[in-house]
């Protein structure tokens, strides 16, 4: 792991309790307009029974599902933000657990036995590709994996080239103690790491702020 990876892995640890009250206050305007149902809706369309949100995060979306009938295991990297999640749905099922070690991931998911793997945000990292191969052995067949990230268009800033960049969190109400470092891609590269990875891409959305139309997602619908 390169030093800035462990950065972005600590900055987890350090800003869980910031974030657990910016999901759970609804304190991101983007997730409010569009992008909380942008990927509810886009499992909801797909009748799974059983779904594996990767970097779950709080828990948030594991909840959702649950209360919808939908069987959902996360995991996440974050000790802290897994003990928010299992501290909210005590009957939930949440596992610690990060990319560097998801070659152990069919110990805790059995092989085959999800309908959908989603990452709602939360691939930030600049190697991917070994976290997607767990996805897709986690998944039955066919089955589908769905990726709902920053829109490559809106978050360039002038730089469209993969690399690596800094989020100082300087617009959250909440006070977040350690900046972090993500992989921006273009969108040219989240297909190709998508297909890559073994994966069939099958639709590619584009959730808009309702009254603005600024792209504010990407989504992609891929099948194992
Ligand atoms: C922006 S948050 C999104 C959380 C959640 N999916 C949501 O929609 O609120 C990114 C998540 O990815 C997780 N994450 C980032 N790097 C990780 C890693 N190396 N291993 C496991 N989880 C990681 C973080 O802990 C965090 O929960």
Not at 118 to 142: E, G, Y
Request: charged share 20%; net charge negative.
């Amino acid at each position: 792991m390169t030093g800035v990876s462990d950065q972005l892995d600590s900055s987890w640890d350090s800003n869980a309790a910031a974030w657990t009250a910016t999901v759970r206050e609804r304190l991101i305007e983007s997730r409010r307009v569009a992008t909380d149902a942008a990927i509810l809706n886009a499992i909801r369309d797909l009748a799974p029974h059983r779904v594996l949100d990767i970097g779950c995060g709080e828990g948030w979306l594991c909840r959702a599902l649950q209360q919808a009938g939908v069987a959902c295991v996360g995991v996440d990297g974050s000790v802290g933000l897994v003990d928010a999640a299992r501290t909210a749905d005590p009957d939930g099922v949440y596992h610690v657990l990060r990319y560097t070690d998801f070659g152990g991931l069919n110990d805790l998911v059995a092989p085959g036995s999800c309908d959908v793997a989603v990452c709602n945000f939360s691939l930030l990292h600049d190697d991917i590709a070994p976290v997607l191969h767990a996805a897709r052995a986690a998944l039955r067949a066919h089955g589908t994996l769905l990726i709902q990230t920053v829109h490559p268009w809106s978050a360039s800033d002038g730089d469209y080239t993969d690399g690596w960049r800094t989020e100082d969190f300087a617009w959250a109400e909440r006070r977040f103690p350690q900046a972090m470092p993500w992989y921006f891609r273009t969108l040219q590269s989240w297909v190709d790491i998508v297909r890559a990875s073994g994966f069939t891409l099958q639709a590619l959305d584009e959730p808009k702020q309702p009254e603005t139309g600024k792209l504010l997602s990407l989504m992609l619908r891929a099948r194992a």
